[in-house]
């Protein structure tokens, strides 16, 4: 049996993601996502699944990436690179004929593609500068003039802001297309476009003032294509976000995620309804505590794209997805908000689409079934068989068990402990606290190779959602809210004490610790307090609010929402930071960085390593070029590896074997 010990392993991820169904044949098409080894990218292929035979056959494959399929009539549109343009395009592949054509020649490439129904019409969207400027700054190699408060962003650098991301419509005979509206999509959301039944009217998510720097609030807005005229859908609410929206078959209600609170990542989703006869909006989940979307933690989830919300066929339920201790569910609701849970708890149902005679296609991922199809007939689940599955059947997979603690002030420690495979009781083991990032998000039930990698590697693992973490209620987010480092760390610290109490095979002499982004600043913040550990990787890190407020593409919100504190409270940011107790370090520290990261600028483990340094500390940086924040998850493959070997290696090296 194989395990992924080598980090190369990473070659030999498979996913399946956005089924498309095609009720002619009864059969859906996906996107079947892997590594190409030889050329170091990734790809996507189109794949066909019928669902009398099993037969899982190739449909589209070009050594690029295929993705985001829609199915109608004999059509299927996906999006790939143009040979012309260089650029993610709208293709067309007949089925009866297998042609394929380009359909769009846009300048900046297209996002999303989904057909309009019993139409010849299909939407995209596209980034677009409507007006033209006297002056391009991307015409000037010397120099680039800056107005705006909100000029970069993540994995992109510098922002046009002219150029807004537009929804468009265009025929399939034609070349040219009509620009709708901007649209965006919020923090951890999918739903791009949806549209009602009878092919008239257009929901979408956008911002509510999307020339403002400070304003991230979104609404859902609504175009009616016979009238061409744009409204806001929920325009009794003043502020929030809203999203998902998702029409009822009978055009009766939309359904969709939404909070009233102006936006911050730490609000939970609430569900909603809009009933379009009497224009009233009923909150669903007003008294549940839950949050609506997917927030688990993996590292190679390639083109999801169908939505949270679906509806059944005979418009009287929907279904939608939410994350609950570690978990991501799906539960069926009805017209009057009562929630019948539907999928199978200890997994990640990561994506479903609800077939035309009812039946629910889901795509699952648990630690020890990287990735399965399954179908719901309304009473039972069954699993298909795919390549994708029998792909992952020749690995020895590492064990998870969940754990749960009680905290300092009796609140909740939930995660999971991972042993490596071929674990033996009589054996001593080392153990890595592995600290996800957000603070906003949930290690989960489902696999993920940075943690396999791990444990095949000898090492136990311990994944905890501590306070700040999705999946447990609306206070448990709010618990790290203006209090990093304070419940959140101590959570982390009891969990590892109570830890090494539950499993005597832990080695305490052999304590290691890790994260990014977040669990970067955890990592740092750690070390400067607890000395228990002896090496710790921090990974796309924060060392210092007081610069990170002026320098991070969301830093001029979000840390003045998240500390409580903005740049004229520069004391109360600089005691919050990792920084200011750099001289306390016992640990020794391996601050791993991407160069382009504009989520947590380089200049932030430039900071902590030359602190460090001066006070005479053990420590190294490894600098990843022409990478973002996103580097763990959709980097360059070889820089995954990098990383991954470079938090081992430096762990091996202080790891102390009897």
Known sequence: MKTFKNAHTIYDLEYGSAPTYDPKNEAFYYVYSYFDKANEAYRSDIRFYDLHSGADELLVSNGKENYSPTYQNGYLLYLSNDNQTQKPQVHSYHLKSHTQQVLTQTESGINHVEWIPNTESF???????????????KE?????????LNYQADGIGFVDKEKKNYLCEQKLSEENYTVIDPQSTGYGLRRIVSVSSDSRYIYYEGQVDPNSDWNQDSAVFIYDRQTAETSKLTAQFEKGIFSEAAPSPDGHFVAMVGSELPYETNNQFNLYLYNTKTKDFQNLSEDLDIQ?????????????????IQWAPDSQSF???????GDVLLYQVSLKGNMKLISEKGQVLKEYLVLENGDILASTSRFDKPFTWQLFNGKIWRYLSSDIEAHYSDYLLANYQEVQYEAEDGGIIHGYFVQPPNFDVNKQYPLILNIHGGPYAMHASNFYHEAQYMAANGYCVLLINPRGSYGYGQDHVLGVYERYGKEDYTDLMTAISEACKEYPFIDEENLFLTGGSYGGFMTNWIVTRDHRFKAAASQRSMSNFVSLFSTSDIGYFFFRDQIGADITEIEKMWKNSPQAYADQVETPLLLLHP???YRCPFEQAQQFYTSLKYFGKETEMLVFHNASHELSRSGHPEQRIQRLE??????NHYYEKE
């Open 123 to 137: 939407l995209f969207t596209t980034s677009l500068r409507l007006e033209e400027k006297e002056t391009d700054p």
């Open 140 to 148: 000037n190699p010397y120099s680039r003039k800056i107005k705006t």
């Open 292 to 308: 609506f979307a997917d927030n688990s933690v993996s590292d190679f989830y390639q083109h999801i794209t169908r939505s949270l």
């Open 319 to 325: 279904y939608v997805q939410t994350s609950e201790y």
């Open 595 to 597: 160069l382009n990261d």
């Open 646 to 651: 470079g938090i081992i290696n430096w762990f």
